[in-house]
Nanobody
Framework: QVTLVESGGGLVQAGGSLRLSCAAS????????MAWFRQAPGKEREFVAS????????YLANSVKGRFTISRDNAKNTVYLEMNNLKRDDTAVYYC????????????????WGQGTQVTVSS
């Protein structure tokens, strides 16, 4: 069982930055693959980024490459999403997700979810 708690969302102007954090509780964090998804009003939940527990390899959606970075601190059982050069289209509720085993880019592949944190980008 993994419990996830996100933090760090808020209101930011276009071009600004935010860092989201996701604290995980549970055993064997190093074997857990972590991901961030987001969901804008009226849209489906979409993959943003993921990071493998075993290799540390990262994967980013094309829409955020070059602007977002995902990282993890296994000593703190925490994964981060550093978001730079934010755009209005990045406005959404951001969700942290976890699964044991290899990373996945589909939300159906994740068993554990946080409650979400709102990110709003103003022009």
């Amino acid at each position: 069982q993994v419990t996830l708690v996100e933090s760090g969302g808020g209101l930011v102007q276009a071009g600004g930055s935010l860092r989201l954090s996701c604290a995980a509780s549970g055993r064997a964090f190093k074997s857990v693959s972590m991901a961030w998804f987001r969901q804008a009003p009226g849209k489906e939940r979409e993959f943003v980024a993921s990071i493998s527990g075993s290799t540390g390899n990262t994967y980013l959606a094309n829409s955020v490459k070059g602007r977002f970075t995902i990282s993890r601190d296994n000593a703190k059982n925490t994964v981060y999403l550093e978001m730079n050069n934010l755009k209005r289209d990045d406005t959404a509720v951001y969700y942290c997700a976890a699964r044991y085993g290899a990373v996945a880019t589909l939300s159906a592949g994740y068993n554990y979810w946080g409650q979400g944190t709102q990110v709003t980008v103003s022009s």
